[in-house]
């Protein structure tokens, strides 16, 4: 059983920076992929990014060029580095492996 415990949110001006962290305990063996998901107040959750352990990356088309997304395979961990971040980026930012365990959500606020 895998689970994610996420840090790195809160609350930001529009250009600003932050970064999110995520850690995977228990059997943390082939984690593929990991990845990070939003979800704004009376939206759907969505993709943000994810990475493979070869380090193969997808962005959803708004973040591209503004965040990026890393992986510490030693560590099972996986990091997104926001930049830039727009108040439409506001929403609770979900860690994800395996498409199927979620952790418990931070929530990022960028005020305008």
């Known amino acids: 059983q895998v689970q994610l415990v996420e840090s790195g949110g809160g609350l930001v001006q529009a250009g600003g920076s932050l970064r999110l962290s995520c850690t995977a305990s228990?059997?943390?063996?082939?984690?593929?992929?990991m990845g990070w998901y939003r979800q704004a107040p009376g939206k759907q959750r969505e993709l943000v990014a994810d990475?493979?352990?070869?380090?193969?990356?997808r962005y959803a088309e708004s973040v591209k060029g503004r965040f990026t997304i890393s992986r510490d395979n030693d560590k099972n961990a996986v990091y997104l580095q926001m930049d830039s971040l727009k108040p439409e980026d506001t929403a609770v930012y979900y860690c994800?492996?395996?498409?199927?365990?979620w952790g418990q959500g931070t929530q990022v606020t960028v005020s305008s």
């Open positions: 994800n492996a395996l498409l199927l365990i």
């Open positions: 228990g059997s943390t063996l082939n984690i593929n992929p």
């Open positions: 990475i493979t352990d070869g380090d193969r990356t």
